[in-house]
C-alpha cells in the first residue's frame, strides 16, 4: 500500500519560502500525477499545481508563478516550494496523488505564516 | 479557470434519510468530476470517481450521477458514519473543489 510521508518548516514569517516534502513509500513515484492541496483554516479545498509522469508542472494561477513543484526519482520523493509567503498561506498543505480510484494522501503539514 | 459550486452548503438530516448533494461547474467538464469526503483533522478521500464509479470499498448507499456541468452525490440512506463534509472536484482543466457540503 502506498503511504506518503511528509515534512517541512511549520512556522514562517511574511516573505519567507514555504518549503516542504513527500516522501512515497511502498509505491514508485514514476508514472503518476502528483499534486499538492491546501486547506485553510475551517476553509475548503485549494488546488496548488500537480507534476506530471513527464514532469510537466501545472499550477493554480492563483498562486502566479510563486510555486514550483519538483520530484527527485533517486529518493522518492516530491517538494514544494512557495516563495513570499503571506499570512493568506497559512493552512494544511497535502501532498497526493488523487486521479481516478488511485488516491493517496500524506497526513497534512500545517503552516502559520506570522510574524 | 473553472468554477465549482455546490449546494447545500450544509444540511441536517436523520438516520436512513436519503441525502443529495449538488454540484454545478462553470463549463463542461466532461466525466471528470469526483467526490471526496472529509472527516475533521483527516486528509480527504475519494468516495466516487467519473461521475458515478464507486471507489473500492466505499459503501454502495454513495452514488454520484450527472453529465456536463451538473452533478449529484446521492446517500440512500444516511447513517452516523457519515457525517462530514463532502466536496465535488473537477480535474478535466486543472483541478478545482466545490466549497464543501457538511452533512451532519
Known amino acids: 500500500q502506498v503511504q506518503l510521508q511528509q515534512w517541512g518548516a511549520g512556522l514562517l514569517k511574511p516573505s519567507e519560502t514555504l518549503s516542504l516534502t513527500c516522501a512515497v513509500y511502498g509505491g514508485s513515484l514514476s508514472g503518476y500525477f502528483w499534486s499538492w492541496i491546501r486547506q485553510s483554516p475551517g476553509k475548503g479545498l485549494e488546488w496548488v499545481g500537480d507534476?506530471?509522469?513527464?514532469?510537466?508542472?501545472d499550477y493554480n494561477p492563483s498562486f502566479k508563478s510563486r510555486a514550483t513543484i519538483s520530484t527527485d526519482a533517486s529518493e522518492n520523493q516530491l517538494s514544494l516550494k512557495l516563495t513570499s509567503v503571506t499570512a493568506a498561506d497559512t493552512a494544511i498543505y497535502y501532498c497526493?496523488?488523487?486521479?481516478?480510484?488511485?488516491?493517496?494522501w500524506g497526513q497534512g503539514t500545517l503552516v502559520t505564516v506570522s510574524s | 479557470d473553472i468554477q465549482m459550486t455546490q449546494s447545500p452548503s450544509s444540511l441536517s438530516a436523520s438516520v436512513g434519510d436519503r441525502v443529495t448533494i449538488s454540484c454545478r461547474a462553470s463549463q463542461t467538464i466532461n466525466t471528470y468530476l469526483s467526490w471526496y469526503q472529509q472527516k475533521p483533522g483527516k486528509a480527504p478521500k475519494v468516495l466516487i470517481y467519473a461521475v458515478s464509479r464507486l471507489q473500492s470499498g466505499v459503501p454502495s448507499r454513495f452514488s454520484g450521477s450527472g453529465s456536463e456541468t451538473e452533478f449529484t452525490l446521492t446517500i440512500s440512506s444516511l447513517q452516523p458514519e457519515d457525517g462530514a463534509t463532502y466536496f465535488c472536484h473537477q480535474n478535466f482543466n486543472g483541478r478545482t473543489f466545490g466549497p464543501g457540503t457538511k452533512v451532519e
Open positions: 497526493a496523488s488523487t486521479t481516478g480510484w488511485r488516491d493517496f
Open positions: 507534476i506530471s509522469p513527464s514532469g510537466r508542472t
